[in-house]
């Protein structure tokens, strides 16, 4: 749901969108075999293919998206559930009855799509083995422990809407302590009911990433391994958490599949987000970009509510059936947004391998294999069409990323 997902993806601790370049294929080599590393000639055809349909469907997502919540508007069953949820006498429970039928329409009416999506297409292509039961389990709980948590954002919105005319402005300044609650509650709390996280048992590779934190200055920090491969055989690593609760974070699958110096180049790379405060800042773009979405959204949305009134069945902001109208208005400006925010978060990729290269001082060649492995076990484009990259894309292509650490002489060591 629009306004508190966009934080969480604009964290860039998240390295989701990690992206590679091809390797060079012996022609002479069998196509029949599906060697994830170097990338066989079938699998170089999957990445492709992959590759144009997770373009594909980055539109097809957000235009169900919009289409489920204006069908609940247009049904009048947004206003027929706030009815509905009335017989809560207490406010702030009939508030939790509507959001979780909100959510709960809004999931069955995607849940078509999202099985296509997450569970036959991740299986499609090797990235899966889990059973359909196993994957529908772990949606199960996503949808449960977000049915708990939107209660707060919604009721503040609620409260901000009735009281003041800049609720737009107050909103998104309350939000900022909202978000970093989760920024540090979710590694404590929430990630653990999906993976394992296990001290690291391959000691040696503790001491490096321990010594390279010491260096960079990160104390206190635990290093833990997930067993990230239940879901995904997809390679990732991040630096989260805040305070007491920070912590680096390893997948198995890159235990497994990378050499220690590339996994110190990994990890220097994230460690470089944590030191360049890159959690703060993605927090800060993110609430400066929910103000002026909600801030268009409050130039047009009443009289829109206005003139649909006799569809949605009710006539204002202040009535809390208008939810899934407001998310509509911060899904499409926010879409429309992406461009600027993910040209934030590329720039601090880009520091971040900077910042990479230099504390681990490694060597060129296998910066450049860590981001080649990184393409071929997750099947992600090295050079994506440039309006692709420009709209999309939280990380600069691969193809720049290893032309950069190709041609950049990292900073002598001070030491
Ligand atoms: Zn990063």
Sequence with gaps: LGV???????????????????????MTGSSADSSLYPLSAERQEQLHAYSQFTDLWRFVSFFVGIGSLLLILFTGLSARFRSW?????????SYWIFVILILLTDYLINLPFSIYRSFFVEHDYGFSNQTFGQWFGEDLLNLGITALIAIIPMAFFYWLVGSFRRWWLWFSLGMFPVMVFFVVIAPVFISPLFNDYTKLTDKQLESRILSLADKAGIEGSDVFEVNASKQSSKVNAYVTGLFGTKRIVLYDTLIK?????????????????????????????AIVFVALALWLTNQSIR??????SGRF???????????????????????????????ASRHM?????????????????????AFDKLSAYNL??????????????????????????RSYRPMPDPN
């Design 257 to 285: 599949h990378f050499t220690y110096d590339e996994i110190g180049f990994v990890m220097g790379h994230e460690m470089g987000h944590y030191v360049m405060n890159h959690v703060w800042w993605g927090l800060s773009i």
């Design 85 to 93: 949820a009335q017989f809560g006498r207490k406010k702030i429970f």
């Design 303 to 308: 009289s829109v509510i206005r003139k649909f």
């Design 313 to 343: 069945g009710f006539d204002k902001l202040e009535d809390i059936a208008s939810l899934p109208l407001v998310l509509v208005y911060a899904s499409v400006i926010l879409f429309v947004l992406q461009p600027i925010t993910n040209g």
């Design 349 to 369: 990729e880009h520091q971040s391998d900077i910042y990479g290269m230099d504390i681990t001082g490694v060597s060129s060649d296998d910066a450049a294999r």
């Design 4 to 26: 508190v997902g966009f934080a969480q993806e604009s964290i860039p601790d998240a390295d989701s969108a990690a992206v590679g370049i091809p390797v060079q294929q012996e």
């Design 380 to 405: 992600s484009d090295p050079d994506p069409n440039p309006i692709i990259e420009f709209w999309f894309s939280s990380h600069p292509s691969l193809k720049k990323r290893i032309e950069f650490v």
